[in-house]
């Protein structure tokens, strides 16, 4: 019968108000080069990634740069011990590691990140820099928290990206944030370059390899 099997490919539903949202973001972010062209310069992309000490991935946000398909393959080990990291990432710099110790990210864990730890490092910058940082997070549920929100509209206001935000992140944004787009992905090649003995080897490699970004 000549048949062939077929793996079923899981994607995200788009709501109906989706599209015009993405528009409104796009337009706007062109727009804002146009009239600044240092405007990209002077957002603060940030995400949370996990990693494992057993080197698995996670798809979303890991990407293999090379010429050819490389038919990478990685064997999956339930329970691995891991860590939870965030990173800001500007034009000419990384905000980070931060690594969290708390198991579960809820709102009061990240109000705590931002202001017991972001915060404090971005007003190391230059004072011409910190005067124009645009913060931006994505739509994880305890970004938005109504605290979180309070706090990042005094210290930012008009001047954060985000769900609930001024500057509104498109909710199911099919781009990818740079940290998704390359930082990640890069990261996770350095590290898993050699074996990772435990949690402790793998903060370390992480730590190493965002150092790595500075030189590039």
């Known amino acids: 019968m000549r048949l062939h099997g077929y793996k079923i490919q899981l994607k995200q539903e788009i709501k109906p108000d989706d599209r015009p949202k993405r528009v409104e973001f796009a337009t706007f972010m062109l ?11 002077c957002i603060c992309f940030s995400d949370e990634a996990t990693f494992y000490v057993n080197g698995c991935v996670n798809r979303h946000n890991c990407r293999i740069w090379e010429t050819l398909q490389p038919n990478e393959i990685h064997e999956y080990v339930r329970n691995s011990p891991k860590v939870k990291a965030w990173c800001g990432l500007l034009y000419d710099r990384v905000i980070g590691p931060f690594f969290f110790s708390e ?26 820099i910190v005067s124009r940082v645009i913060f931006m997070q994505d739509g994880d549920p305890p970004h938005f928290s109504c605290f979180v929100t309070d706090v ?18 498109a909710t199911r944004i099919p781009d ?41």
């Open 31 to 41: 727009n804002a080069i146009d009239e600044d062209e240092t405007f990209l310069q």
């Open 103 to 128: 198991k579960t990210i809820t709102g009061v864990v990240y109000l705590h990140l931002l202001k017991q730890y972001v915060f404090p490092q971005i007003e190391t910058f230059e004072q011409k």
């Open 152 to 169: 990042l509209n005094e210290r930012f206001p008009d001047a954060w990206i985000g769900s609930s935000g001024p500057i509104p992140w």
């Open 176 to 216: 990818l944030s740079p940290l998704d787009f390359f930082l990640w992905g890069y990261i996770k090649h350095i590290v898993y370059a050699e074996k990772v003995r435990n949690n402790q080897h793998l903060q370390d490699r992480i730590t190493s390899a965002i150092e790595t970004v500075h030189q590039t």
